[in-house]
């Protein structure tokens, strides 16, 4: 599928407000990160043979209408990651490009699995990872903070030997997710492993992938029965009033990744991410993987601006819900939301009442 269009164009002030805001990201897998000339780069430095040697071959083959069909494109990619160097550089492009953005605080996902699957050490993945994300706040103005996903179409015995594997690093990582093929990998099966990974004070996320079978027993164990911190996409939680009010209630974040959205199904999902946000739950905008579905965290939001004609409120209660939904210090969410609310005043938006 191409990637999912609007007719809509953004209003230039709401484009200058969406390019201004700071902004939080919460759900970027950084193997999602690795851009077509990074891809090459590191097959060349590796010694890594290829099936494609340009950018735009390498771009032909974004070419996905599920899950599924994504990550049998994405998984091989990773292939050219192989030393501390490697992982440090990937990570360092991505905070980059969140800078210049404007993100002031990254909570980023990787999958040591993908890794240690393939016979890199999991200390290599970390440590290159580390190396940048401990770099961001002083060179590149950016909070930026690890969050070990386990995949769910591998063993539970696998990520339980990856959350112990990860354990001295526990004070560095600052929780763990579930991602990969969820059809037929409910979060339940990873209750016991995520139990654990609380008692070792990591927060946790799941993914509940949009439209996927079951999704609505999906959500009520990651709410109900696993009580996660965060929930990556979940929208369909509008489809089950009851569940919503607890999300709401609770102040749950939802991580919501528009442009994804529109490659692994039919569309965008606008109408359940504006119904997220007038219930009063906490979602926000994200980038999801943006070397894959055409953009980062600030395409996201206005492509969404745009699909759901969104007002400069909106947008902004959105970003706001960014770092309200974050796992940084209630000291450091206050900083973070002044910051938004001097920058929406700048563009003559008024601060939302408390
Ligand atoms: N891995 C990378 N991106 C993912 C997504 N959006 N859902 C599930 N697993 C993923
Ligand atoms: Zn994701």
Not at 63 to 86: G, H, I, N, Q
Not at 208 to 226: A, F, K, P
Not at 300 to 315: E, G, H, I, M, P
Not at 329 to 345: C, F, K, Q, T, Y
Request: charged content about 25%.
């Amino acid at each position: 599928m191409a990637a999912p269009r609007t007719d809509r164009t953004l209003d230039p002030a709401l484009a200058a407000l969406v390019a201004d805001l700071p902004a939080c990201e919460l759900h970027v897998h950084l193997e999602g990160t690795l851009e077509p000339e990074l891809l090459l780069e590191l097959a060349a430095r590796n010694g890594v043979e290829l099936s494609t040697t340009t950018v735009e071959e390498v771009r032909v083959t974004h070419v996905f209408d599920s899950l599924a069909s994504f990550l049998a494109v994405y998984y091989p990619a990773m292939e050219v990651l192989r030393t501390r160097r490697d992982f440090s550089d990937l990570a360092t492009a991505y905070l980059t490009r969140a800078a210049a953005q404007n993100v002031r605080r990254a909570e980023v996902f990787f999958d040591p699995q993908a890794h240690t699957s393939r016979g890199v050490p999991f200390e290599v993945v970390v440590e290159g990872l580390l190396d940048a994300v401990e770099r961001a706040p002083h060179e590149l103005g950016v909070d930026a903070e690890l969050v070990m996903c386990f995949l769910r179409d591998h063993p539970v015995a696998s990520a339980e030997e990856t959350l112990t594997a990860s354990l001295p690093y526990a004070d560095r990582i600052i929780g763990v997710g579930l991602d990969s093929d969820e059809r037929n990998h409910p979060p339940a099966d990873f209750a016991a492993v995520f139990a654990r990974a609380r008692e070792a004070g990591y927060q946790l996320t799941m993914h509940c992938d949009i439209d996927q079978e079951g999704t609505l027993e999906h959500l009520r164990q990651v709410i109900e029965d696993v009580q996660v911190d965060r929930i990556d996409h979940g929208s369909n939680v509008v489809d089950a009033p009851e569940l919503l009010a607890v999300a709401v209630e609770r102040g749950l974040g939802f991580t919501a990744c528009p442009l994804s959205n529109g490659f692994v199904t039919e569309q965008m999902k606008a109408p359940e991410i504006v119904a997220l946000l007038r219930a009063g739950a906490k979602v926000c905008v994200n980038g999801d993987d943006p070397a894959y579905f055409g953009g980062y965290l600030k395409e996201n939001l206005a492509a969404l601006a745009a699909a759901a004609d969104l007002s400069a409120a909106d947008v902004v209660q959105l970003a706001r819900n960014g770092f309200e939904a974050s796992w940084a210090s209630p000291e450091r969410i206050a900083e973070h939301l002044a910051e938004v609310d001097a920058v929406a005043a700048a563009h003559g938006v008024a601060a939302p009442r408390p």
